[in-house]
């Protein structure tokens, strides 16, 4: 035991904050399981954890884009999108040959994250070879594109197979796909996938929340990790180290997007009814706030405000028509409370081992 | 600059503190009418009301209605006029003082499924026992799968998408399906404007314009009608129609069918009339909601006619007294959202008494009561004389074409 503590006393900080994030996600999973079978969670908390699973990975995501690489993304719900969708497709048409709902769920969300990387790679190679700001012009008309391109798609699935047909023109409907009799729509143009098996769980999507943490943690930390943070701080000089700047860049958005895709079939699969204008560019912006309120680069505190963000309009239920007021009044406070010194140093003095903490988070 | 930044924070600080405040004193008045002796003396002829007389004995108790609509956001009307609706259909069933008595609780969704969702999870912690929704179909197909996997009876205002009842025996609707409200206006078209040659402008994105649009041009195909012009548009490009309409006035289109919300349409009719393109416009029940619309000049909807199931002006004395009650209350004229709402009270209450329900069952003991005397009853309400529901949640009663005259509704 003594040696236990030793070891942990040596460890870096960086992977103190690291283990203590696993832990602390660990945890949680483990009281609300606690809770909910002890009947002492109710309804509303319950339904809402898959989603909040689902935007706790897109800002941990986001955050990788964001906060390590630096570059603005403002289409992070684009990617979303494409995983949610594929993953739908993927799950909805393996319902007779994969009877078990759990085995699809995760063929549906690696589909989701196939997909979303090869939309994030088609994306990123052009752009990250340019400067400035362009890639977050360019998310933000991908976010608009993949919602328009979806509104076109046709899939259905019969005993003969998938069907897709895109709707260009305008005149397709459902109808002619020219499916059998007992053939299923899985999407319908603009009405979205509706009618699809909801299957995913709060296991699923604590599985998922873990498997992005091990993924992004040991990304940052790793050389590839250091080399894209060079690149963030200084791209010049990164780069007369010998620093690809476009493998590292596109390295990490790749991995971002498709973790991103991950989540959307996670979110996708928990809803009967989805529509592509549910990943609007307000999405990608309400994740991008959830990124920008837990810290840049800051993976825990990522996992904290989207959690805490996600319940507290539907804890502010009881204001009725004030509530989005009250939440807007909430994030300025947490905005101008985590950048004041005073309140900084003040937590500093009560919590004296945070501030070494709070330098590398 | 530390200093600044303390101060600030105190202000934001005091300012919420204040608007807490605020909220708490003025919550109590968020829509509810006071039961009112108004209800009471209107005497409020409960439908037929024949069907649930045998065993009107043992129905009884205080019933915990949930509405889900959308209250705030773009849709806003909708959610709200339906939830007001059903408001004062709760407390003229309340003032009557009979053994069966609501409580009616509404809740926002922005017609998101995922806050739809959340809103119902949250109704069923407070005790709901029925849902009264969703007020929109997004929304109402993701909500109806939850409420047919925990076995609770559903009855939505006007959620019209065929999604929201399919495959579910819970639900059912008060409204009419998308692709009934298609075929009718093909249908009314057709018979009224025989030999017109027909545009649509339809949002692509949106699955209650692409589902009636659907069915109309399919229907109109067998009638054999001419489609000259078929214009899309997206949530993103509603501000500007220009291009749509000229392609329509270029067609030569003399009837121009709009199967969407009244918020584009409203901008419609008035670049239509900026470029002096006067056809006949033709809407569903989405255009209802035109002539409350804020800013809106009501002189550029003359002539529009419109399918839907509710006039404000009709002369029989139930809609009269319920759109006296509705000004009063809420100060404007209800659209057919406030009736679907109104009826859709009225629907569960006919619905109770022929199934003998008490407050006291479960959910999932009422739902299944309720299910069953759902095909057996026959309600008269605001939006259709009696009305009848097949097994699969589908509503029949007749479409009515209204026109505007004058900023009102008249029938042709």
Not at chain 1, 252 to 280: D, E, I, P, R
Not at chain 2, 292 to 320: I, N
Request: net charge negative; glycine share 12%; with cysteine.
């Amino acid at each position: 035991m003594k040696k236990l503590i030793q070891k942990i006393k040596g460890l870096k900080k960086t992977t103190k904050v690291d283990f203590a994030t696993y832990l602390g996600v660990i945890l949680a999973f483990v009281i609300v399981n606690l809770l909910r079978t002890g009947g002492l969670l109710n309804r509303s908390l319950t339904g809402m954890l898959v989603p909040i699973c689902a935007y706790i990975v897109m800002a941990v995501s986001l955050n990788l884009t964001v906060g390590i690489l630096g570059e603005l993304s403002l289409g992070h719900a684009g990617f979303m999108s494409v995983g949610a969708f594929s993953g739908v497709i993927a799950a909805q048409g393996l319902q007779a040959s994969i009877p078990s709902a759990p085995a699809r769920l995760v063929i549906a969300i690696l589909v989701g994250a196939v997909f979303a990387a090869a939309a994030g790679f088609i994306v990123g190679v052009p752009v990250l070879r340019l400067r400035g700001d362009y890639l977050a012009i360019v998310t933000l008309a991908f976010g608009e594109i993949i919602k328009d391109l979806i509104n076109c798609l046709l899939v259905g699935y019969d005993s003969r197979g998938l069907h897709m047909a895109f709707n260009i023109s305008g005149s397709l409907t459902i109808n002619d796909l020219g499916l059998e009799p007992g053939g299923m729509a899985i999407i319908k143009g603009a009405q979205g996938a509706t009618g699809t098996t909801a299957i995913s769980t709060f296991t699923a999507g604590f599985v998922l929340i873990m498997i992005t943490l091990v993924v992004v943690l040991n990304l940052v930390r790793s050389r590839a990790g250091r080399a894209i943070m060079a690149l963030r701080d200084n791209r010049i000089a990164a780069e007369s180290v010998g620093v690809n700047v476009t493998k590292y860049k596109l390295m990490a958005f790749v991995t971002s997007a498709s973790l991103a895709g991950a989540a959307g079939a996670l979110y996708g699969l928990n809803y009967s009814n989805l529509a592509a204008s549910k990943f609007s560019f307000d999405t990608s912006i309400l994740v991008l706030v959830y990124v920008v309120l837990g810290g840049l680069g800051n993976m825990w505190g990522s996992i904290i405000a989207a959690a805490v963000l996600y319940i507290l309009p539907e804890a502010l239920r009881e204001f009725a028509d004030y509530r989005m007021l009250v939440y807007a009044v909430v994030l300025i406070l947490v905005m101008l409370a985590t950048n004041n010194d005073q309140l900084k140093a003040l937590a500093g003095r009560i919590l004296p081992k945070r501030k070494g903490a709070a330098d590398n988070g | 600059m530390k200093k600044k930044n303390l101060a600030a924070l105190l202000m934001a600080g005091a300012m919420c503190l204040s608007l807490l405040a605020g909220c708490s004193g003025g919550d109590g008045g968020e829509s509810n009418p006071p039961a009112s002796d108004a209800g009471a003396q209107e005497s409020a002829p409960a439908g037929n009301g024949n069907q649930g007389g045998q065993t009107t004995g043992t129905a009884g108790g205080t019933f915990k209605l949930g509405g889900i609509g959308p209250l705030t956001g773009e849709n806003a009307i909708y959610g709200k006029a339906a939830m007001n609706g059903a408001q004062i259909a709760v407390d003229e069933i309340n003032a009557l003082g009979g053994p069966i008595q609501f409580e009616l609780q509404a809740e926002d969704d922005q017609a998101d499924p995922e806050l739809g969702v959340n809103a119902y999870h949250k109704l069923l912690d407070d005790g709901a026992q029925i849902i009264v929704g969703s007020v929109t179909s997004g929304s109402g197909i993701a909500v109806s799968a939850e409420t047919y996997k925990d076995r609770v009876f559903t009855l939505t205002p006007s959620g019209s998408s065929v999604d929201v009842i399919s495959g579910k025996d819970n639900v059912f609707q008060v409204c009419f399906t998308d692709p009934n409200q298609g075929t009718g206006s093909a249908d009314y078209i057709a018979e009224n404007f025989s030999g017109a040659k027909v545009a649509v402008i339809y949002r692509n994105d949106d699955a209650y314009s692409q589902g009636i649009r659907d069915t109309f041009v399919a229907e109109a195909e067998t009638k054999g009608m001419s489609i000259v012009y078929q214009g899309t548009f997206t949530k993103d490009t509603q501000t500007d129609f220009s291009v749509q309409l000229a392609g329509a006035q270029n067609a030569g289109a003399d009837v121009l069918f709009l199967p969407i919300y009244y918020q584009p349409a409203s901008v419609i009719l008035a670049q239509a009339a900026a470029m002096s393109y006067a056809p006949t416009f033709f809407g569903v029940d989405g255009m209802d909601g035109i002539l409350a619309m804020e800013g809106f000049d009501t002189s550029l909807a003359e002539g529009v006619m419109l399918l839907t199931p509710f006039s404000a002006d009709a002369e029989d004395e139930r809609t009269q007294g319920f759109v006296k009650k509705y000004n009063e209350f809420y100060g404007e004229i209800p659209n057919q959202f406030a009736a679907d709402g109104y009826d859709a009270v009225y629907v569960i209450y006919e619905a109770i008494q022929a199934a003998g329900c008490t407050s006291d069952m479960s959910a999932a003991d009422i739902c299944e009561a309720l299910v069953k005397a759902m095909t057996a009853i026959s309600v008269d309400g605001l939006t259709g004389q009696g009305m009848t529901w097949q097994s699969t949640g589908e509503v029949s009663k007749a479409p009515m074409a209204v026109v505007i005259k004058d900023g009102v509704y008249v029938t042709p």
